[in-house]
């Protein structure tokens, strides 16, 4: 059942799901498995006794095992994945708009953040077939659990239930689409956001703090540092800029951190050369700074590329994260968390992540390929204008 927990000054009204996690965990005719958004590593300490700035991820993995899920899984994996199409769709518009096709849209908009799409569905309707058709990662690892992983376990896509962890309350809206939905079945079963699962530890006593660094389960679980910086702002842009750039020249890009995309500043602008071209990116966050640069697009400024977060900071600044009212130096620290997992781990490239390979040979062929069309990409909708 649902749980409504109420903010004791009664401004706040939230759905908390954690107890149908644990009906799930509970349920012996179910396979549980969670996925864990790159943002909530870098805060979900701060609500268990742990310094701000610090990674937890290893504890995370190990707390998320204690509670009973059948697989550790991580939404960083599903990251890549999104680098994969998105960079795919990009290098593709790009190439046809350079040829002179009038009809490749460009600048290609990200669409990872479901504040952001829902926000152009009504308020850009001029403009839905520019954003990226790629869906986000929390949706492109539930298409994929419940297809090529479920049949790899060998079960039914209704006997898998797939929780996700997520900084964010909008990702409870992003699940419910009816479009991310098989015969009635979600991709995505049960979202929690970061404060949720802070207290779902604490309420199942589990001592966070003196738990071991564990890690995710493969295949599902194994990312590069390209997907831990998809939770801060400019880091889906450098994501995508580093698999774009080797697809696009067949060299080896020697230089994999694109310092120029990153920053608090609300709206930046940098120019990135890609072989013979020099592009345009935008990245925005927070949504009138994105107001402001779509604005800017419209009057015939040209982009090749923008990234907007609704959040400040980027998902690391998330609704259902630990509060952080704002405070820049806090979401700072959240960032450097993101960018030393990244400059930590032996591949940042998505391209280069070997069960993503393994899952294209596998299943889906290549990226834009008729079943990646089918499972990784999605549309759009005119909404009400606000
Ligand atoms: Fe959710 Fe905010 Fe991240 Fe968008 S930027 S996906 S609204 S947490």
């Not at 599903?78 to 600048?107: C, N, V, W």
């Not at 890690?215 to 990312?223: I, K, Q, R, T, V």
């Not at 930590?344 to 008729?370: A, D, T, W």
Request: glycine share 10%.
């Amino acid at each position: 059942g649902q749980c409504v927990a109420v903010c004791p000054v009664g401004a706040l009204v939230e759905n908390d799901n954690s107890w149908d996690v644990v009906d799930a965990l509970a349920d012996p005719d179910k396979v549980v498995i969670v996925q864990t958004a790159p943002a909530v590593r870098a805060a979900l300490g701060e609500d268990l006794g742990i310094a701000p700035g610090t990674s937890v991820t290893g504890k995370m993995a190990a707390a998320l095992r204690r509670l009973g899920f059948d697989h550790i899984f991580d939404t960083d994996f599903a990251a890549d994945l999104t680098i994969m199409e998105e960079g795919s769709e990009f290098l593709d518009r790009l190439t046809r708009y350079l040829g002179g096709d009038q009809t490749a849209k460009l600048p290609i908009l990200t669409s990872c953040c479901p504040g952001w799409v829902k926000f152009f569905e009504h308020n850009f309707q001029d403009m839905l077939d520019v954003p990226s058709t790629a869906k986000s990662p929390q949706q492109m690892f539930g298409a994929i659990a419940k297809t090529y992983y479920a049949d790899m376990l060998g079960i039914p896509r209704d006997k898998l239930v797939v929780v996700s962890v997520m900084p964010c309350l909008a990702k409870k809206y992003e699940r419910a689409r009816p479009e991310f939905s098989v015969d009635g079945n979600p991709d995505v079963d049960i979202v929690i956001s970061t404060r949720e699962l802070a207290r779902l530890i604490k309420r199942m006593n589990i001592d966070f703090a003196s738990l071991p660094d564990e890690d995710f389960d493969a295949p599902l679980g194994e990312s590069t540092g390209a997907a831990p910086i998809f939770g801060v702002t400019g880091g889906v842009i450098e994501a995508a800029l580093r698999t774009a750039y080797e697809l696009a020249t067949g060299e080896t890009l020697q230089k994999v951190d694109f310092e120029d995309v990153r920053g608090m500043d609300g709206v930046k602008v940098a120019t990135v050369q890609v072989g013979p071209h020099e592009l345009r990116i935008g990245i925005a966050h927070g949504l009138g700074n994105a107001r402001k640069l779509l604005n800017r697009v419209r009057e015939g400024e040209t982009f090749h590329a923008i990234e907007v977060m609704a959040c400040p900071g980027g998902c690391i600044g998330g609704g259902g994260q630990p509060y952080h009212h704002g405070d820049i130096e806090l979401l700072k620290l959240r960032t450097q968390v993101l960018y030393a997992e990244d400059a930590g781990k032996p591949l940042r490239k998505s391209h280069q992540n070997p069960y993503i390979i393994e899952l294209y040979e596998k299943f889906l062929g290549k990226p834009l390929s008729e079943k990646s069309h089918h499972l990784l990409h999605t549309h759009y909708f005119k909404r009400q204008r606000l």
